[in-house]
């Protein structure tokens, strides 16, 4: 079946609404990617209006942005620590935007979203 990003079934009151169409194409939705740590893995899905959107499946170095020098270096990452969205994604090594990972360089929170940008960015925490 479809996953649908469309009005719910059902009020807030819990009541039905009643369908006057079926699902529509711009209504769809996808599974999530769930990006791992692993050796780089990108996947290009089209999207309305012919535009692309980069699908990281699995990633193993960050762009890791040091406020203190305000640069940027490709580190490679060690495991992931913390996890806001879910706690199990930590044991799975999923990474998600607001993921503590451990680089060389230290501790860094994930600012992007890998698996909607195609990219990992951090910053290090202090």
Known sequence: MAIS??????????????SYRKKKQY??????SFTKLGKKRVHIIRTMGANRKLR???A?????????TKSFKQTKIKTITD???????IRR???TKGSVIDTELGKARI???????GVVNAVLLS
């Open 5 to 18: 990003q469309s009005r719910p079934k059902r009020k807030s009151s819990g009541g039905r609404y009643i």
């Open 27 to 32: 209504e769809l939705g996808r599974e999530p």
């Open 56 to 58: 990281m499946l699995s």
């Open 60 to 68: 193993d170095t960050a762009n890791l942005f040091d406020p203190k």
């Open 83 to 89: 996890n806001p969205a879910n706690r199990h994604f």
């Open 93 to 95: 090594n999923i990474m």
């Open 111 to 117: 600012t992007s979203r890998p698996g909607q940008d």
